[in-house]
């Protein structure tokens, strides 16, 4: 993998290596001099006099600023947080240490909404969308003082089920109705899972106040699996003992999403497989949480599949289509701004509007960070291997202030 990653930044090098540019020959002061020479005197002085004085671009027009920006609590939107700071950075602003202020999706949007956070890069679409819709002392709603900017990584989102490969095989349960449904499955299940003896399939979820545990219990809910239930708790330690049954054939469910290098623990086709939903929630909101209906996985009609093969969702193969039910719409990894932030620094605006990342590089990153390396580090090689489209963002920004 790092190999390969390695391969990969050197090529970035080499197609983004800066060239200097030319700053004029004897050919430019000859143009020049001939002008000069035939253009009456007075004229020329008069050109002079009338043509207006380009304002000169201000390479930071964030001078002066201090900016708090925050990120969420899941390790996978450090790197992320970290390249944006650094990004202000060369724009002049004095940009706050995200992790100083680490919040759950829960507060973040509160806490913007106040002013007392100005923006991340954190949020999640469309399942955020219910933190919008919460109501604030004075009767406005969150989402009246933030604004939604740029296109980070749309669809970048992907978010799903994995089981444990050897299990699902043994069972036949490809899908979670299906698990729900075989008592014989959800026996062998119960017994190893996190309340074994329960008569239950107790799955991995999410930490409350992710979003996602609201999105899985209306998803249980919606499909009526009154045979599963969802463990809410710290993610790493579900995790960590997610791949552990996953690794030794033990029964499991847990959920997951890139980017992220869980997906280099838990391999679908591997020792998981993807498995399906067969109804896809929609916007009815069975749980009649606030905000729920923009829990709703549908989008256009044709949310909640993804074109994975049957050989790491196997679900796959009873699609005609042949895509995979995998429950999850796509989500957009988006910036979320204060209103009067935004207003008052145009620049931070249109650069928020300009960062555009690749998936499979915030994946790498993410792999990488797993290993050990700072997320600030990370960042900080990120923008020296893509200078050239790090310096298009910056252009844009400062000529919007």
């Not at 380009?54 to 939107?77: F, H, K, N």
């Not at 100005?118 to 469309?126: E, I, L, T």
């Not at 847990?254 to 290098?261: C, I, K, N, R, V």
């Not at 256009?300 to 699609?319: L, R, S």
Request: hydrophobic fraction near 45%; aromatic fraction near 8%.
């Amino acid at each position: 993998m790092k190999t390969k990653r390695l391969t990969k930044l050197l090529l970035l090098l080499a197609a983004f290596a800066l060239f200097a540019a030319a700053c004029g020959g004897d050919d430019d002061d000859d143009a020049t001099a001939t002008a000069e020479t035939e253009a009456p005197a007075a004229t020329t002085e008069a050109m002079v006099e009338e043509e207006p004085m380009e304002e000169a671009m201000s390479m930071t027009p964030g001078d002066g600023v201090s900016v708090t920006m925050g990120r969420a609590d899941w390790t996978t939107g450090y790197f992320q947080a970290e390249l944006y700071r650094q990004l202000l950075t060369e724009l002049g602003y004095t940009v706050s240490d995200p992790a100083e202020l680490e919040l759950g999706p829960n507060n973040g949007y509160v806490a913007m909404a106040a002013g007392d956070m100005d923006f991340w890069v954190n949020s999640w679409y469309p399942g955020h969308k219910a933190w919008l819709a919460g109501e604030l002392p004075d009767g406005s709603l969150v989402g009246d003082h933030l604004t939604v900017l740029g296109e980070e990584m749309i669809a970048g989102g992907l978010q799903g089920f994995l089981v444990t490969k050897s299990f699902a095989d043994e069972f036949g349960v490809y899908t979670l109705d299906a698990l729900n449904s075989n008592a014989d499955a959800i026996a062998a299940f119960d017994a190893t899972d996190p309340v074994p003896g329960n008569g239950i399939a107790d799955i991995f979820g999410c930490p409350e106040s992710w979003t996602c545990d609201n999105i899985i219990t209306a998803q249980i809910a919606f499909s009526g699996w009154e045979n599963i239930t969802q463990t809410i708790a710290g993610y790493d330690a579900m995790f960590v003992q997610a791949v552990d049954n996953a690794n030794a054939g033990i029964p499991m469910v847990a959920y997951t999403w890139t980017p992220s290098a869980y997906i280099t623990e838990l391999r679908p086709g591997d020792n998981v497989y993807w498995i399906g939903v067969d109804n896809i929630l929609d916007d009815s909101n069975p749980t009649g949480i606030e905000g729920g209906e923009q829990y709703d996985q549908t989008g256009d009609g044709t949310g909640g599949y993804a074109a994975i093969g049957a050989d790491q969702c196997p679900a796959a193969a009873d699609n005609a289509d042949g895509l995979c039910p995998i429950g999850w719409i796509a989500a957009d990894i988006l910036a979320t701004a204060n209103n009067d932030f935004i207003d008052a620094n145009p620049a931070a605006k249109a650069l928020l509007e300009a960062v555009k990342l690749s998936v499979i590089e915030v994946s790498l990153a993410n792999v990488d960070q797993e290993a050990g390396a700072a997320p600030g580090d990370l960042a900080t090689a990120w923008i020296a291997e893509n200078r050239a489209t790090v310096d298009a963002w910056l252009e844009a920004a400062r000529a919007a202030a």
